[in-house]
Nanobody, 116 residues
């Protein structure tokens, strides 16, 4: 079965960095685009970044461009989100997602809190 397991979240001061990881299993990882989303308390879940199946041209939401970078290692079945220059408004639960056959699979999420 499809499994996505996020890790790497935590508490960080404004301006700090974190790297999130999402370990995937149960499907042919290298065949699918991968996504990161986030959801803050009381807000809708929102798209953060996407990476195609073979890497290449990535997409990031405007508010994280230049600060966040999505990447993947198909040999390790893992997708990453490098987050630099973190701001309090980046605080949220971060989820990875894969869409297969018009169905979205989600991980359990990892909490990121940016606070002094």
């Amino acid at each position: 079965q499809v499994q996505l397991v996020e890790s790497g979240g935590g508490l960080v001061q404004p301006g700090g960095s974190l790297r999130l990881s999402c370990a995937a299993s149960g499907f042919t990882f290298s065949s699918y685009a991968m996504n990161w989303y986030r959801q803050a308390p009381g807000k809708e879940r929102e798209f953060v970044a996407l990476i195609p199946s073979t890497g290449g041209r990535t997409i990031h939401r405007d508010s994280v461009k230049g600060r966040f970078t999505i990447s993947r290692d198909n040999a390790k079945n893992t997708v990453y989100l490098q987050m630099n220059s973190l701001k309090p408004e980046d605080s949220a639960v971060y989820y990875c997602k894969v869409r297969m056959y018009n169905y979205d699979y989600w991980g359990q999420g990892t909490q990121v809190t940016v606070s002094s």
